[in-house]
């Protein structure tokens, strides 16, 4: 969903007219109208295959989710189309559909944080967009389903079109990412087997061992002898 201020101010930030808001779904925001000078404002609520793609050509996200314009010109546009929409209620569904566009596009042009997308297809930007996900969230209990809500996808196509890409499945590639982080870990660090599961997103250490095994041969304590590394022995010693 995007906010908008239409009149007055909101706090915290002091926040006026035309701000623009992300609030991603699932996600808690607290804000509040200006005791001086209180809000009046508009939001739009969306999905589809498109959304997240649009959202990152825009600069915005759940890390930066404050829209700028690099005019007022812009600015007032992105305002327009959707007053438009509020206003005219009797819209077909094909021009709410059209004028969502015009706003999209308006949104992106006039963002002063707008990414240059690569010109590749929009499956190609799905999986890298996994991948960053991926990423930043292995050490925590993502699912499938958390993949797939990020690009604004139903869990089966998302599944679909990740595994024609990249010939893995989604939890297969979050468990390689998630033992490849492992194995760096058991590699270069002194650290407890429990404490390396937690940090790469296992909270059950027996889930933890099957699923290094399935995927090294081995079991994380076989896999550390045979890997260690010299520099992390010397780290070690010197830390006694």
Known sequence: MISIVARGHISPGHYALCHVVLIEPDHLVHYYADQKDPWEYMWIE???LKAREY????????GAPIYHAVSREGQQELFGHLQYLVEHPELLPSEVVGYTYLFFGALIRSSRSRKELPKNNIQDFYIQSTVDFIENHYMNEISVEDMARNLGLNRSYFSKIFKKVTQKSPQDFLIQYRINK??????????????I?????????FHFTRAFKKLMD??????RKQNRSSSSDRSAHSLR
């Open 55 to 62: 959202l990152t050509e825009a600069g915005l996200s759940q």
């Open 218 to 223: 081995m079991p994380p304590q076989e896999w």
């Open 197 to 205: 599961a937690h940090l790469v997103g296992y909270y059950n250490q």
């Open 182 to 195: 492992a194995c760096e870990l058991l590699r270069s660090t002194r650290l407890p087997i429990l404490q």
């Open 46 to 48: 969306f999905d589809g």
